[in-house]
């Protein structure tokens, strides 16, 4: 039997603090208890908090797939045009979603590890009157790096575009807003910077995203995949549509309860600050970053050029079964191209950053590529400036 | 805040052992961590055993109702003649599903209070010719019943017309067999006999159902609903198409394993002793059952007709607030006009069966209805033979 | 290997809920962390709470016995005339440490079915002038009686008597005050009607008891024994003496906190309106009380005369073995006279209350003695009035 | 509130992994319940092995100084001269304990930053003829230092000499045996190398030990001290004292189990190499071990001389409260000249020992004092040969 890792420092699902797990194996509640339905109800205030938003949010029984789907499938009509930004694998991957429910993509594409330009939106938008929705990923977690989000919602705003943002790996990154920053329907991942169990959407719906849906001219109903049965029976009527996952809307609200604890603002900061020293890191051992520049690196991974002579096997295989340190490897197109150190929730922690960095210096040295032991450590630790777990 | 239940004896999420619940709450791995991949195929070999099946099985990340869906959207084409069997609630629904992918659907009903005769599936299929598949529900857990399934499946292989059952709280509660009954796409759930944790869908697949799904004109691939998803990704490539609900992966390899331990025909038999002695509870406290007649009633749950003048909120709210004991009202239609005793996974057992019918005895009295204390539970427990946990 | 119980209804340990084991489970601390000893100090304030008392309170680390024996090793010098009441093993016992620390000891004894009347101790302590200590168990948790400790505490102040008490399994089944009681030592664990997990001395020392502890001739300390210990490295330095149960004063905390969260009230209440029920139940079983008078029967458990012709194994291991339900022999001189049946800290609830008696109605019935199935179940159940879990 | 920190990397009581706290965390059993006596029994069997014994192995109820007191108590009688070894702050509390129990001490001592050299301890044997019991701390945590408790252990054989041997943070951290290396009573915590919970004391005794306690003048009986309480009730007569800590004893199984299950040597071999990593780390930083030699130094905890002007709060309260990393500073007479990084238990492994560095690196410049950030880490790392958690 393979031996367990010890830290998992991966891309997500990430480390869950045991106090998400304990509250995980809370006994098992009927759906239609009471305290189950209060519990839902209380969660899914807290999740407002956390998206920072008045709007309805709505938690879809299934990973974060399932609300990019589902956005997809009740938004798009045959025939919408839809603008889709492809900054990386992800990106690239709606456009399926599009053309299966009978949307026009428009594409705008940048290299996998590059962002869009939020001029690039207007240009785009601009050239193509009668776009009715933009497609737009906040954080590409296979690239690490992040899109302007903030700037091409508000772009689509003024041309009365409708968003769909996967922020599954931003939501806890950045401090967002939906209303602020123009997201119709943001879906996030418990499982990224909130630290939390892979298995449900996160989502906020604007009042024009529910408009959008109802007016379908087929309104998505009575499916796993439907947004609108959360709104006709949870939000409207206090009954759930099917079962829920009870115990992953324990974590959840275990997972919100800790982030609004810390607080937002810190959360987003605690994530800034470790991303940046993990790039110094990366940078003092003579290793290459990914992204183009800098400042589009992602704040929930960071992806490291695969150094040449080096397959993927002996540094993560190295990590992860002498060590017990599980990164991760580059995902689809990128597969080999690059690995990527993790830190998100609760690993994005000096602590954490350290063991993580210590190890690929180890690992680096135990495959025989040159690495001046200590030096990626050194160079992330000074990097942390602030830190205070007691503040 | 509403205070929590002592013991959930509802029709499902039922109680989790700890044991479960811990398990669930072990150290999140990422999902392409080797470790979590050995587990996930091995989690599936024990669904396999506990299907008793040798057929391929697949295990969707959402609740049952996402295998329902996704039988239908894989299998059912435009125009497909489909011959729904119709005893409860969740069969009658079913029947929305075959619509929406299109199919025609061949009703053959009977009262929510009765079951399906074999001998009148044998004459629908003769009535109408060309029938593709058929959809039953194995145990109605809103009705409290159970449909032959072993022979409507027989019957439906010798008209080679494909089977689509849910057994979704059949599962655990009879010795079924999927090869042996004729099951083409058996759905079953973990939150019900095998007394797990609600979020999965657990599917049996025939060769015949495969060869339908990949036939379909327009085969369902890319999808939450593709069931072919996850015979391209992980039976054939060993990668997952999204990622899975880890910690509920956890807690199903630990329920299958105690399954196992316990056996399945252990398991099979102990929820029939149990129903068969909440039977003679019920009726020893003059209370009358759901079930037209008692061979038909389900060995998951109990359902009890509502007595004259007395509303679900006085029987269920007295149980629940004043003592703790947690039981389901009816479903849909049935709302109003029944309660429902559970008695799966753990609650299988003399000792919640006698908490559960000396509260409703207790509840009764409460409210001002005139009952025999102790009749119930007296009969109840007379009528447990052959009990040994020691065995 | 032996298949594990479903419900531990013996006389202590107990079952322990979930949410205190949980509590338990958190990571271990450095004894000498900051937030260790802020839990530790929080929880002597919850242990004053629950003892209703402005008393210094100690926690040893190590089950009541050690309590017991630190008190008399602490308090009691050679030649110190004892006044020792006994009434059941427990009481017995504690001559034994009297003796060993060289007290004189005079004993006031009744059966062990019977219970210490307030007048006989005054009438000893006129008859034995120069008495130093009295020494009473509040709960003869072998005997299933009670004595009254607050009458007797009352007398002995009055002869400016100090006193040893073993309220082990009394503090949560009577509402007791060591101010108002005349209680100078209180010993009391938390694995009885408190529900927690075993491993711990609760004590609650008077000012008169703390002066004794530091006049002795040779005052106890750098012992595992010793009082004086934790008064001068807890009390007053706020260091320990010896590296504490870390995970056993978490659980404490979470016992504690359980109990005020309920009130100590009704915690009280709740274990003696089950006790009477259970009492109820046994009666209507054609069983007999093993204590003489029920005015003096116990809260936390009731002990029950084992019937002509049966045998502990009979009762005892059928009711364990087939049916999973714990529950005590007779101890010491008592083993095959009696059995128990305990209702302390969870089990204190009509639900676990109907599983015992159900389970020793059918546990009879299988061994042949004569019952009628139900009698039992449904006279406790009658017996309980004014159940409100909600409240 | 406190923050709680990240990581407990003190000296002991030390970070418990999860599976341990899972398991400490089941249902509380009656302590006689045969699942809870057989589970006893097997822990037992494990400690045995652990102890690499065929002796009698006792667990006794209370931290690991109840089985030092409790040693001290059952063998010395008034008169007795004792060999007492000290080379720290443990060592010379064995003393009070010797004299508690009317020993003559004849002490042998070097500085608290030095160990005994076997050759003064025969020197003394012949020295003092007559001599009946010796007493030594294999593992001096509060020095970071350890004796070699083999070679002493065989010449206090050659004289007759019955050992008592206080290896509390030395089991686990080197191979030992009882009967090679002449320790007659060996007292452990699971708390330590073992990286278990602490409130138990492990203890191998021998049958020249058991001898002696039983020929005692005055024997040991009817306390929480004796020894022989255990030897009649447990392991004469399945039966116990008094009540265990059952939950206690659950972590205690897992923790033998798992250390079983690495195996005993790799568990040694793994205290060691992270001690030696951890020296280099520190010496890299130009600071400086407290042990007067390195082959003295400790498997278990590494003590680093306090830096001038540098005072324990700036260090420990730097790393604690700002990084969540809680080391231990010096205990007794020690306090304030040295601080302790602890490398017991799950916590001997790279990635924690690069936590713990970096954080004192980051630690150090926050506070002001020169350090070259990553000199720790790197050099500890590079210390690191042949690590292979998958072996």
Not at 273 to 281: L, M, P, Q, S
């Amino acid at each position: 039997m393979t031996n367990w890792p010890r830290m998992n420092l991966a891309a997500g699902p990430v480390e869950v603090p045991e106090r998400t797990r304990r509250d995980l194996s809370k006994p098992v509640l009927y759906h239609y208890d009471p305290a189950f339905k209060e519990e839902f109800a209380h969660t899914s205030d807290l999740l407002k908090q956390v998206f920072r938003t008045n709007y309805d949010v709505v938690i879809m029984q299934g990973e974060a797939i399932l609300g990019l789907e589902a956005a997809a499938a009740s938004l798009i009509q045959p025939g919408d045009k839809v603008l889709n930004l492809v900054s990386g694998v992800f990106g690239k991957w709606f456009e399926f979603f599009i053309d299966k429910f009978g949307g026009e993509t428009i594409e705008l594409a940048v290299g996998y590890d590059d962002a869009i330009d939020p001029e690039d939106v207007r240009k785009a938008l601009n050239a193509n009157p009668g776009v009715k929705y933009l497609s737009v990923v906040h954080s590409e977690t296979p690239s690490g790096t992040h899109n302007p989000v903030r700037e091409i919602g508000n772009i689509a705003r003024e041309f009365g575009v409708l968003t769909m943002v996967d922020t599954v790996s931003g939501l806890g990154s950045e401090l967002l807003s939906p209303e602020e920053w123009g997201l119709d329907v943001a879906i996030a991942g418990p499982q990224k910077c909130l630290g939390g169990t892979p298995g449900l959407s996160l989502m906020s719906i604007s009042p024009a995203a529910w408009e959008a849906m109802e007016k379908h001219a087929n309104p998505l109903r009575g499916s796993f995949l439907s947004i609108l049965d959360w709104k006709d029976a949870w939000l409207e009527n206090n009954r759930f549509p099917y079962t829920p996952s009870v115990s992953e809307m324990y974590a959840l609200e275990s997972t919100l309860t800790q982030t609004l604890e810390e607080g937002v603002e810190r959360v987003a900061w605690r994530h800034q600050t470790i991303a940046k020293a993990c790039r110094e890191g990366v940078k003092a051992l003579g290793l290459e970053l990914w992204p183009v520049r800098e400042e589009i690196a992602a704040g929930c991974v960071t992806a490291v050029k695969m150094p040449d002579g080096l397959t993927d096997e002996q540094i993560r295989g190295t990590m992860r079964h002498r060590y017990g340190v599980m990164i991760s490897p580059g995902y689809g197109d990128l597969n080999g191209k690059l690995f990527r150190l993790g830190h998100m929730g609760m690993a994005a922690h000096p602590t954490m950053l350290a063991s993580q960095l210590a190890i690929l210096e180890r690992s680096l040295k135990d495959i025989g590529y040159p690495v001046q032991m200590g030096a990626g450590v050194g160079a992330a630790m000074d990097a942390i400036e602030g830190w205070d777990d007691a503040a």
